[in-house]
């Protein structure tokens, strides 16, 4: 049965990776690019890792994605004279595409495979014994309870630099204030003068 | 594994507990109270002085004994508490003399005593880091609040310039950082210094990656401490933020950095000290010259005391790459000394100020000891001891720093880096030559804050008064460098 989910998800994320890089209109890219997500996402359960199936979801199909779906959208970028070079620039995407790939290969040839090889392995939590979001929780809120906490404080940090660096106050804002508006009465928003005539206010 | 942090573990992180909590109640405080209005901003200074008093008070009410605590992913020593406290009286005195300069400058928003009381934390973390994840994490939460102090000073271009230089550099920096620590986690399988030092790097058996992993490790602490050859961004950096951050830049986040340095070193990596012995003489030599030279043409004393800084802490730097007690020792007493002249010169920088406009050409500096001879002799007692003139507390400092480097058997290289404190004794002393010696067509007398001027008094007292009480506080670091050296 697993062998048929597997070839399923990854034909699909291969096809529609391919799509990604081939399809004319950007937001059609997009798409597939979610698409990709979501099959990676159906090889994570496979694999038995749910937690980073959900996090590759939430994260990059919440996030990530949607963010380029804006950025294309709001940007207006003409992408018919970014695809104009595309001639030229094949023999360097191919080469970068050979390095990589050749680079896969030797670090597959040169790596030793078995749980005994890693360094540490006595850390590792036994697969069968316990999911792996409830074997996060465990540790992350106990062992590194610290760390966790730091990094929170980092987020913290990065937001409010963004709110220092872009908000700007600026002047002469017209704002409505409600509880101004109700609040005001005719003393203070009018002015009864006696005008004599013939010279104005 | 269910079980929680005891009561123990708390204690040991108690000051950043604190310090943490103190900043949350900080940001909807600041928010809620009008945090950039004119008239509030000092007392958000005074509420962020008082909670790194308490700070310092939980940090030395709390047990001074050495402790590891949660899971061994933090420690505290006499050392640690010393640089902890050094830390935090830096900084209530940099956030004391920014107050003036704030006014002038119109940085009236909350945020900046926020963001420095958050790199406050960082560093705290980053010192008491037993883990490189606890470092790195230090190290980032200390820099993210730097970068944007750097660049606190929207209207200008120089402001923003630095700010964007300081963070793509700094991100590249963290980026070694984090390649080497997973190279290094890749060969030993753990990345906490205990159990790195318990015999985890064998000497025998040190592999190429191995090193290029600690040299990337090292660069990386290299750059936060603007040592040359990674000391491109510091001038640039150091002239375009405000100046009172530039004060702060100058001294908090080099002790910390120093504090780890000497961890990684010493703790981490003791058992393979001949990997790195000498790539850190060679940086702390080449950044001596570097400073030296780099600071000769400079107009404005900010990218002067950039360079200053690059060549104090190469000094260190060859301290530390001693290896042993001594160079120990010597780098403490240098860090401190550097830390109490830097404040004296910045809170001179800091209030030198004429109709609302700061001076910071050296050139502006002319006939000060005429109008203002008060902040001219300050200036020059400082300066004197920065260029290493008997008996000030600079002379002591590069003379206990030369005297460990020569006991340790390398004549040679004290030899060369006195060649370049001599050089470097050029530019500070024609500064006072220019306070001194030239005229100036316009004099103008500065008004300052009494607290600036008691916090310059006393600096300059005591690297005058030094060398009465060395003994003492050689014997004190002897002391507390004893935590480290097993």
Not at chain 1, 24 to 29: A, D
Not at chain 1, 157 to 177: C, P
Not at chain 2, 200 to 228: G, H, Q
Request: glycine share 6%; with cysteine; proline share 2%.
């Amino acid at each position: 049965m697993l062998p048929v989910f597997f070839y399923l998800f990854s034909i699909i994320a291969i096809f529609s990776a391919i799509m990604v890089i081939t399809t004319k209109n950007p937001v059609h890219s997009v798409f597939f690019l979610i698409l990709t997500f979501f099959n990676s996402t159906g090889l994570f359960v496979l694999m038995g890792a749910e937690f980073l199936a959900m996090l590759l979801l939430v994260v990059y199909v919440g996030a990530v994605a949607v963010l380029f779906l804006f950025v294309i959208m709001m940007l207006n970028i003409d992408f018919s004279s970014l695809r104009a070079g595309m001639i030229k620039n094949a023999p360097l995407g191919l080469l970068i595409g050979a390095v990589l790939l050749g680079e896969i290969i030797f670090s597959f040839i040169g790596m030793k495979y078995g749980i005994s090889e890693i360094p540490g392995n006595e850390l590792f939590v036994k697969l069968s014994e316990i999911e792996n979001t409830r074997a996060l929780g465990n540790v992350i809120y106990t062992d590194y309870i610290y760390l966790f906490q730091c990094a929170g404080l980092i987020l913290l940090v990065a937001m409010i630099g963004a709110i220092v660096l872009t908000h700007r106050r600026r002047e002469n804002v017209k704002k409505q204030d409600a509880v101004k508006q109700t609040l005001r009465d005719k003393s203070d928003s009018i002015e009864v003068s006696k005008v004599e005539i013939g010279k104005g206010v | 594994m269910n079980s929680v942090s005891n009561i123990s573990d708390l204690s040991i992180a108690l000051p950043e507990i604190f310090l943490s909590l103190w900043l949350l109640i900080f940001i909807p405080l600041g928010v809620y109270s009008g945090g950039n209005k004119l008239n509030r901003q000092s007392y958000f200074s005074i509420f962020s002085i008082i909670g790194l008093l308490g700070t310092l008070f939980f940090l030395l009410m709390g047990d001074h004994r050495a402790s590891l605590g949660f899971y061994d992913l933090v420690v505290t020593d006499k050392l640690i508490i010393y640089l902890k406290a050094l830390i935090l009286f830096a900084a209530i005195i940099v956030l004391i003399i920014s107050e003036r300069y704030r006014s002038i400058e119109n940085l009236y928003i909350f945020e900046y005593p926020l963001l420095i009381l958050f790199s406050i934390l960082g560093m705290l973390v980053m010192l008491s880091s037993n883990n490189f994840i606890t470092l790195y994490l230090g190290l980032e939460l200390q820099s993210l609040a730097l970068y944007v102090l750097a660049a606190a000073k929207k209207d200008s271009l120089k402001s923003s310039e630095a700010g964007l230089k300081y963070f793509i550099l700094g991100a590249l920096a963290s980026g070694f950082f984090l390649f080497g620590v997973s190279l290094l986690f890749g060969i030993t399988g753990t990345t906490s210094f205990t159990i790195l030092s318990f015999n985890y790097l064998n000497p025998n058996e040190v592999s190429l990656l191995l090193i290029f992993s600690i040299i990337l490790i090292i660069s990386s602490i290299a750059f936060k401490l603007s040592i040359a050859p990674f000391h491109m961004w510091t001038p640039d950096v150091y002239e375009g933020a405000p100046t009172s951050i530039t004060a702060y830049f100058a001294i908090v986040p080099k002790i910390a950095a120093i504090g780890v340095l000497m961890r990684i070193l010493y703790i981490a990596f003791i058992d393979i000290n001949f990997i790195w012995l000498q790539l850190v003489l060679v940086l702390g030599l080449l950044s001596i010259f570097v400073g030296a030279f780099g600071a000769l043409l400079q107009k404005n004393i900010k990218r002067l005391l950039a360079y200053s800084a690059i060549s104090n802490i190469g000094y260190i730097f060859l301290a530390l790459s001693l290896g042993n007690q001594l160079g120990l020792e010597s780098s403490l007493l240098y860090i401190t000394i550097y830390a109490i002249s830097s404040i004296g010169v910045f809170t001179f920088i800091l209030s030198m100020e004429k109709d609302n406009i700061m001076l910071e050409n050296i050139s502006s500096y002319a006939g000060l000891s005429k109008s203002n001879p008060f902040y001219a002799v300050c200036l020059g007692i400082l300066l004197l001891s920065m260029a290493g003139l008997p008996p000030l507390a600079g002379f002591i400092a590069k003379f206990y720093v030369f005297k460990a480097v020569i006991t340790s058997g390398y004549l040679l290289t004290a030899i060369i880096g006195i060649i370049g404190s001599v050089i470097s004794a050029y530019y500070y002393l024609n500064i006072i030559k220019v306070m001194y010696l030239d005229d100036s067509d316009e004099s103008f007398i500065v008004e300052s804050k009494v607290s600036m001027k008691i916090i310059l008094f006393t600096s300059s007292l005591f690297i005058l008064t030094f060398i009465i009480f060395a003994d003492n506080i050689i014997n004190f670091m002897t002391y507390i460098s004893r935590a480290i050296i097993l």
